[in-house]
């Protein structure tokens, strides 16, 4: 907890604010940009190896002090260290059925640095469920998605995207970046700066750009290839067991005209649903969701690939 002489002087400079998290019992303050937390040591130690271990070092004596309290100075935003704290002294705050995605972001950063693993292991777990590894899973999701474990914003897609990548939760990277083709309907999407609710801006960065980018290329390419969710548009002869031939060659005609022009839309996980109207023979209504069926598992399979990641079995979390 040595600090250097310009570092003590600013701990104590008048610009050096106290935040709300000020404990009068405090032990310690802990000093993030210009904003001073005074908090406890053993509620930090006991859940922090990292603290634990700072607690027992032994204090020089110009440790730089506030109101007796020795200051330990955080190279990180102030904000990520209030987010941690608020969840620390306040459980209840991580009992909400959805957290902005900042507060997620701020437990999976610190937690990684200063091994608060229980904050750690509980953000993780909103972005797993949000971003599962099997189809099963994934259907389960309402549709249309809207994040249930995180506040939704108009940035929050491309934000997952860097915050699964550089905290190296890789399980999440197939769909989150397949969610991101999804609502972006063009290449040129991809390259667009998403507004945040504080008003700061959010990009893909290039490795991303470029996995999306060459995602998009693949999936467009195969998603009406025989064997896949879209195949059997193209297939104009049905089954040798189809009974409604002139209504069955009519439906896959109207639905590949439809396809077709649409055809920079993603459907690589379309569900082919049957509606009431649907002019199909009974045979026909059985062998197209099944081939849609098997098609969607093929590409949940197949997409992590279209990503230059590794298979899914293969993607584990870097914690």
């Not at 100075?73 to 059925?97: C, G, H, I, N, R």
């Not at 957290?99 to 972001?105: E, K, N, S, T, W």
């Not at 093929?298 to 293969?314: K, Q, T, V």
Request: with cysteine; aromatic share 10%.
């Amino acid at each position: 907890m040595s600090l250097p002489p310009e570092k003590r002087r600013r701990t104590e400079d008048a610009s050096t604010k106290r935040s709300n998290i000020w404990y009068k019992d405090g032990s310690v303050v802990l000093q993030a940009q210009n904003t001073q937390f005074r908090v406890h040591w053993s509620l930090l130690s006991q859940n922090s190896s990292f603290f634990r271990d700072l607690e027992d070092l032994p204090q020089p004596p110009e440790q730089p002090t506030v109101d007796g309290c020795p200051v330990v100075e955080l190279p990180d935003d102030e904000f990520d260290v209030e987010f941690v704290l608020k969840a620390l002294y306040t459980p209840s705050f991580l009992y909400q059925t959805a957290l902005p995605l900042a507060v997620i972001a701020a437990h999976i950063r610190l937690g990684r640095k200063y091994d608060f693993r229980e904050l750690l292991d509980l953000a993780v777990a909103r972005l797993t469920f949000e971003h599962p590894t099997t189809l099963q899973e994934y259907d389960a999701l309402p549709k249309p998605y809207i994040p249930t474990r995180i506040v939704p914003h108009d940035s929050v897609r491309f934000d997952i995207v860097t915050l699964a990548r550089e905290n190296g939760i890789l399980s999440v990277l197939p769909l989150a970046y397949y969610r991101v083709l999804r609502t972006t309907h063009s290449a040129d999407g991809l390259f667009q700066h998403l507004e945040r609710d504080d008003g700061t801006q959010a990009s893909l960065a290039p490795v991303d750009l470029r996995r999306c980018v060459s995602g998009r290329e693949k999936i467009l390419d195969v998603q009406l290839k025989p064997g896949y969710p879209c195949g059997w548009y193209r297939s104009r002869v049905p089954g040798p067991n189809c009974t409604g031939l002139e209504h069955c060659v009519e439906l896959r005609e109207k639905c590949l005209r439809t396809y077709l022009d649409a055809v920079t839309t993603l459907k690589g996980l379309m569900k082919f649903r049957l509606t009431s109207n649907t002019e199909l023979c009974a045979a026909c209504a059985q062998d197209i969701p099944k081939s849609n069926a098997a098609g969607r598992r093929r590409m949940w399979d197949e997409l992590p690939g279209f990503f230059d990641l590794p298979p899914w079995g293969e993607l584990k979390n870097e914690l």
